[in-house]
């Protein structure tokens, strides 16, 4: 059988931190040296997806990915991570980790995150990374 990472990160909305990554097991719940009240709105959990960029990087929801498309048309804009539903061709949907009109896959490049880095989401960065 096998298995998947189940990893979360906190962002700590009143004091605008990130947690470091914590694993989620079967049995037990595993926190480095951070404590969360999940149902105190003070705090948003993002859910790691399971894939990695191009460099490897660890892609969580919320997160700021860009694409290179090609020579001729360059980066695409940049867009956050999230689950949805898209078609994938014309008589299917397909539901997973979509940024703007595409999935994601070791294709993108993690440049930041949503809660951290939200100018990034302004598209005179661009290829600025």
Request: negative net charge.
């Amino acid at each position: 059988m096998e298995t998947r990472e189940i990893k979360f990160r906190v962002w700590d909305v009143k004091s605008e931190t990130m947690s470091d990554p914590f694993f989620v097991g079967w049995k037990q719940c595993h926190f480095e040296n951070f404590s969360i009240d999940v149902c105190n709105a003070r705090c948003k959990v993002i859910q790691f997806t399971c894939l990695r960029d191009k460099n490897g990087k660890e892609i969580y929801e919320g997160d700021i990915v860009r694409w290179y498309w090609n020579e001729i048309n360059g980066y695409g804009p940049n867009a956050v991570v999230s689950m949805g539903t898209r078609r994938g061709s014309q008589y299917t949907k397909c539901t997973g980790w979509i940024a703007e009109d595409c999935f994601v896959d070791s294709k993108c490049e993690v440049i930041g995150n949503k809660f951290e880095n939200p100018e990034m989401l302004n598209n005179e960065y661009n290829g600025h990374y």
